[in-house]
């Protein structure tokens, strides 16, 4: 079967915001709970033992494949067309912000780890990094997705895809503001609401575009 970058990254869009979705609002709240400090991480990961770890793990693969789909999606709208040197742009982001999602992942589970061989002193450090690492994560998440918006709409073939564009850059916009006015959304109604608007558009693009392909 042959695939191409397009089925690919399509799919990859679709699948990575599903299950990111799933594993940090659906299972990680009920199987690991609620933590606001490095404390409370480590306590709520010893307490669930092997499978905190795996649902770390999971949760950070699966954000991790989310942005390597849209790597690939921004560098296919960077080809050509309206918009394309933004789509490059946005491309560049996203490689920066995946490796901001692999350097804080691997510091929690390096956390974990020490945690469990009883290096309690080495767990904390690596928990409070891991935690406290990504301070402009959120600024850099919403430019990259604001700067996809932009390629997407002057490229879109129908309405539709216009629709998304324009959805995905409103929902950007919000979050881009709020990290700007020091705005915590993330435990609010309001931030659940984007995080669920960003899902859904990306898995409709992801769908709009294997529909093109």
Do not use: H
Request: proline share 1%; hydrophobic share 55%.
């Amino acid at each position: 079967m042959n695939i191409t970058s397009k089925t690919l990254s399509s799919w990859l869009l679709i699948l990575g915001a599903i299950l990111t979705l799933v594993i940090w609002v659906g299972l990680e709240p009920v199987l690991v709970g609620e933590y606001n400090s490095p404390q409370e991480f480590l306590a709520k990961m010893d307490e669930a033992g092997n499978i905190g770890a795996l649902i770390g793990l999971l949760g950070g693969t699966f954000f991790l494949v989310q942005i390597v789909g849209t790597v690939m999606f921004a560098r296919q709208l960077g080809e050509g067309g309206s918009g394309a040197t933004i789509g490059n742009v946005a491309a560049i982001l996203g490689i920066i912000l995946g490796a901001a999602i692999l350097v804080t992942n691997d510091l929690g589970l390096s956390a974990l780890a020490a945690g469990s061989a009883g290096d309690s002193d080495s767990a904390m450090v690596g928990a409070q990094v891991s935690f406290y690492t990504g301070a402009s994560f959120g600024m850099l998440f919403g430019l990259t997705y604001l700067c996809l918006s932009i390629p997407m709409i002057g490229q879109a073939s129908n309405m539709f895809q216009k629709v998304l564009g324009y959805l995905l850059g409103l929902i950007t916009l919000v979050m881009i503001v709020s990290t700007v006015a020091a705005l915590d959304l993330q435990d609010s109604i309001v931030g659940i609401i984007i995080w669920l608007g960003l899902v859904v558009v990306l898995v409709l693009t992801g769908i709009a575009n294997l529909r093109k392909e």
